[in-house]
């Protein structure tokens, strides 16, 4: 049976709702809502807001991802791929910059 919307996998993808910093450069990524199809709705502020496209969560396996897309001037296609660490709560990744083409490692820490 495939599991309840209410499952443990579903609490557990929402422990990535929240307010996340990105201390190398002060980048806030809001995650508001996650639905049940992994769609959410985020926030990004530099520390103006920046236009999200699309921002996605998924479980794979114990694993929770999550993707998000910018598009807005000076952020063309940029994305992040990031993964939850449960032991340190933090978002860990790559940020791909359109513009410059290049992927950069990056980091966020959760605001409390």
């Given at each position: ?27 806030i990524l809001a995650i508001t809502t996650i639905v ?72 966020f820490v959760r605001e409390p």
């Amino acid at each position: 049976a495939a599991p309840a919307p209410g499952s443990a996998a579903a609490a557990n993808v929402a422990k990535v709702k929240g307010r996340w910093l990105r201390p190398d450069g002060g980048y806030i990524l809001a995650i508001t809502t996650i639905v049940a199809d992994g769609r959410a709705e985020a926030g990004y502020f530099n520390p103006s807001p920046i236009r999200v496209a699309w921002a996605r969560v998924k479980a794979e396996g114990a694993a929770i991802k999550i993707d998000v897309e910018l598009r807005d001037q000076n952020y063309p296609g940029c994305l992040y791929k990031l993964t939850y660490v449960p032991g340190k709560d933090h978002l860990v990744g790559t940020y791909f910059q359109a513009q410059m083409q290049q992927t950069y490692e990056v980091e966020f820490v959760r605001e409390p």
